[in-house]
């Protein structure tokens, strides 16, 4: 998959990285959209090699998780996730 990356030289790359893989009530998202936000700067301005973004909208690809059905639009902003189509 194709992921942002920040450099230590302070710009962004788009790089290939390992599918992960899900474990129990987890579920992977086809990404449609990323916003980045302030805290987004923190790493930046550091130079750490992170992939930015936490604010995220996409479509539930495959799933381990009994109550989200696949092709669910998922919202996702900081540690809370809001479903539709569950
Ligand atoms: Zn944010």
Redesign the pocket.
Known sequence: MRVAKFNPEGNISIVTAEMPVIENNEVLLRVSACSL???DLRPWRNGWPVTPG??IVGVVESKNHPSIKLDALLIFQ?GVASVTNV
């Open positions: 936000c302030g805290s936490h604010e900081f």
